[in-house]
Nanobody
Framework: QVQLVESGGGLVQAGGSLRLSCAAS????????MGWFRQAPGKEREFVAA??????????YYADSVKGRFTISRDNAKNTVWLQMNSLKPKDTAYYYC?????????????????WGQGTQVTVSS
């Protein structure tokens, strides 16, 4: 059973930066797709960024709302994935979840991901 533990959330002013970390344990076999979702109060959980296997290699995907501001990265040896968030906006305020292992290729769908972390709160003040 894979376990995901997020860290790095907190309170930051608009325009600031945060770096979220997700440590994975319990994985057996090959490296899996990993990514991030978020859920703001009163809204549905939404896709943020992910590594996905395209058949030819690993590709990186971002939601349009975070392109150019957020960067996902990973260290397979450390079983860790990060989300560097720059130029944060109040609308980025949400609970951020780490995810691993895709059931299918629809990486933007929350139902496509098998494992979820408990999440970490990110609050951006104006």
């Amino acid at each position: 059973q894979v376990q995901l533990v997020e860290s790095g959330g907190g309170l930051v002013q608009a325009g600031g930066s945060l770096r979220l970390s997700c440590a994975a344990s319990g994985r057996t076999g090959s490296i899996d797709s990993m990514g991030w979702f978020r859920q703001a109060p009163g809204k549905e959980r939404e896709f943020v960024a992910a590594f996905g296997w395209s058949g030819l290699g690993w590709s990186v995907y971002y939601a349009d709302s975070v392109k150019g501001r957020f960067t996902i990265s990973r260290d397979n040896a450390k079983n860790t994935v990060w989300l560097q968030m720059n130029s944060l906006k109040p609308k980025d305020t949400a609970y951020y979840y780490c995810v691993e292992k895709l059931r299918d290729s629809d990486y933007v769908s929350r139902t496509a991901w098998v494992y979820w972390g408990q999440g970490t709160q990110v609050t951006v003040s104006s």
